[in-house]
Structures are given as structure tokens and as C-alpha cells.
């Protein structure tokens, strides 16, 4: 019998403290907080009301294994406590088998830490309409989808749920956070980006871009925390698919987001319902991602 798919979770014995597009948040103690992942799906940052059945789990394991390969990189907020130290209940620990794991509670970044290797999305719209990318000058006659010179951070404020996350310059980065921590923010996301674009090409996924989030723990060290390196906050593409000039199929919910701009849809809340067949078609390429990467 398949796990059931779940789309908001209401845990007995803990305390909610944040239901996110894609996660929830359980206050474990002062130290610790539990994460469920969700087959929620969002889209132009709104919750659709349709999940994808194994998203979550299929996002837990794709972020477990890259905080495992990259912690020579940067540590992680993954505890390692298992779940029965926090979840009593028999039924609860059932339904989050695979879905949630136990972080520790940090200060986070104010900030989403982005990184381009390609010239795609709201990059490439940039690009057309200023030969730039958030400000960052770049040669002429790139093409859409092109790999970059060298891959660029582009960092964005974090929005709150259901607004849009606004690009800023790195010198608003260096005022929020302090020129030596912005810096350190900047070069561990270009060395994570780096390492992780590598080690996916080896296995026939390009990483588009990504975005990543940090905190500070107790000691005031950089921590990686929330997800990493999936297909909610990549895009993934089929190397053997890869041609510059043309935009590539994905593994990520670009799937969706294309399926949605056919539709008179004015991308406010409430989300249309997805066809059977869109969900079915979005869970097989999360599922191919991690059995690519993994």
C-alpha cells in the first residue's frame, strides 16, 4: 500500500510554530525544532491545492544526501536525533517516516542566497532587457540557457508567504549581515554551487541554479538549514536534453509552472487544481531526480 500523501500536517503532542509553502515547523525544545516535509506544491508563490504524492519524502532524502556530502563545505542543521525522541505518538511517527527530521534551532539569514550557473528565468528577462544580471555586467550575444562565464550570486530579500522574493545587490547583503559575513555567506554558496553543479553533471543533471539558506547557531557559525539542492529550490535539467538557445525540459516544478501559464490563471490565491495527469507526470520527476543523483 503506497504512504498516503499529505498536505498539511496537524502532529498530536507538539507545538506548530510555522506552516511554510512547503513546510511545517514543531517546536520540539529550546534547542530543537522537528521539519516535515509535505507534498505541498507551490507555484508564482502560491500553495496549489493539489500535492504530489512522495514529493516530500522525495525532497527529506535529496536534502539529507547533499547536507551528507557537502558538510566538508559548511556544517548542517541536521541533529541526528531520531524521530521517537521527539514524536510519541504511534501514528504520527508513521506518517512522517521518511518526511521529517530533527534540526537545530538557528538565527536565520535574512536573506535567500542565490546562485545562477546558467542564463535562464527572471536572469535571462534581465539579461535581455539590460545585458545583466542583477546588476552583474555580462558579455554580449549569450544565449537563452547558456552556461555563464562563471557561475554568479545573485542574492534576494526572503518574502514573506504569498509575495515575491525581490533580487538585491550584493552591497545590501554587506549592509544587512556586516561585510565579513556576507562575504562568507557569498563564497561557501559559490562552493557549494560549485562542487554540487560537478557531481550532478556526472549523472546527467545540470543544476540550472539554486538558492540556499544559512543561519548562525549558538557560536555564531554558518550553518546550511532548511532544504538544499532539490527540485523546489534548483532547476534541474537532463544533460542529454541540454541545448543552448532553447529552454530545456526540467525536473523541478518548471513542469508546472509552464503547465500553469497556459491557463487564464492571474497567479493569486486560490491555485487552480492540477490534471491528474500533470500530477502523476510532476511526482515521476521528482522521483527520477533522486534516483539520478542518489
Known amino acids: 500500500m503506497p504512504p498516503p500523501t499529505i498536505h498539511r500536517t496537524d502532529l498530536r503532542g507538539l507545538e506548530k510554530i510555522y506552516a511554510g509553502k512547503v513546510r511545517d515547523l514543531y517546536s520540539v525544545d529550546a534547542q530543537f525544532v522537528l521539519m516535515v516535509t509535505t507534498d505541498r506544491l507551490s507555484a508564482f508563490d502560491v500553495v496549489l491545492p493539489d500535492p504530489i504524492p512522495d514529493k516530500g519524502r522525495v525532497l527529506n532524502a535529496i536534502s539529507n544526501f547533499w547536507f551528507a556530502k557537502t558538510r566538508h563545505l559548511v556544517p548542517k542543521h541536521l541533529s541526528g536525533r531520531p524521530l521517537a525522541s521527539a514524536v510519541r505518538d504511534p501514528q504520527d511517527l508513521a506518517l512522517l517516516e521518511g518526511r521529517a527530521v ?8 535574512p536573506i535567500e542566497a542565490v546562485v545562477r550557473g546558467y542564463l535562464i528565468g527572471s536572469g535571462w528577462k534581465d539579461y535581455v532587457r539590460t ?11 549569450l544565449e537563452l540557457a547558456q552556461r555563464l562565464p562563471a557561475p554568479l550570486f545573485t542574492p534576494a530579500t526572503k518574502a514573506a508567504s504569498g509575495a515575491h522574493d525581490e533580487n538585491i545587490p550584493f552591497e545590501a ?6 561585510a565579513s559575513l556576507a562575504a562568507k555567506v557569498r563564497a561557501t554558496a559559490l562552493a557549494l554551487y560549485a562542487f554540487a553543479a560537478d557531481y550532478a553533471r556526472e549523472r546527467g543533471i545540470i543544476i540550472a541554479d539554486t538558492k540556499f539558506e544559512f543561519g548562525l547557531d549558538d557560536a555564531g557559525e554558518l550553518t546550511l538549514m532548511d532544504e538544499v539542492l532539490t527540485p523546489d529550490s534548483s532547476r534541474f535539467w537532463p544533460a542529454d536534453h541540454y541545448v543552448p538557445g532553447k529552454s530545456p525540459p526540467s525536473f523541478d516544478k518548471q513542469f508546472v509552472r509552464d503547465y500553469l501559464e497556459t491557463l487564464p490563471w492571474d497567479k493569486k490565491a486560490p491555485g487552480p487544481k492540477l490534471p491528474a495527469d500533470i500530477i502523476a507526470r510532476t511526482s515521476e520527476k521528482y522521483r527520477e531526480a533522486l534516483a539520478r543523483l542518489t
Open 173 to 178: 547583503v554587506e549592509r544587512t549581515l556586516g
Open 131 to 141: 545585458q545583466s544580471v542583477c546588476g552583474i555586467a555580462l558579455p554580449k550575444g
Open 102 to 109: 530533527i534540526v537545530r534551532r538557528l538565527q536565520a539569514l
